[in-house]
């Protein structure tokens, strides 16, 4: 059964998983890759512009479905091995403003799990997100 997933990291992250086809959540933990499933699908929110970086984005930035079960180390550096793994996204996606979607009811019981930087949402928030978001899809479960 398919499921729908919230991943939270900042837009220079999200980009670059997007250039890369891959997904890398919870600053590289393993535990929220494993929860996805091949043809799940992931839309990413970016509260800031860049990790450290005060500047907000607060918007949902990419969308994508899980290629592979597979979940992989992958060493950025010697000392950094985060794991990661494979997510073909929309590469027309829009981004989408939190202040869209923020007066929604849908969005009020899900606002509170920003904090734990990978969650699930139901199909109905996840069909509005990605109408808003552009992606052309005849969704079938």
Not at 81 to 95: I, L, S
Request: glycine content about 10%; aromatic content about 14%; hydrophobic content about 35%.
């Amino acid at each position: 059964m398919t499921k729908y997933w919230i991943g939270v990291a900042s837009l220079n992250h999200v980009m670059g998983g997007v250039e890369g086809g891959f997904s890398q959540l919870c600053h590289g933990k393993e535990a929220p890759l494993k929860r996805m499933q091949p043809g799940d699908w992931l839309v990413y929110y970016s509260p800031k512009q860049e990790l450290g970086s005060d500047e907000k984005c607060q918007r949902f930035t990419a969308i994508g479905r899980v290629k592979g079960a597979d979940v992989y180390p992958f060493a950025m550096t010697e000392t950094f091995v985060p794991y990661r793994k494979d997510v073909d996204f929309f590469p027309g996606a829009k981004q989408v403003s939190l202040s869209a979607v923020s007066q929604l009811e849908a969005w009020q019981k899900y606002r509170s799990s920003l904090r734990y930087g990978h969650f699930e949402i139901d199909k109905d928030f996840f069909l509005m997100l990605a109408e808003q978001m552009g992606l052309p899809m005849k969704y079938e479960s």
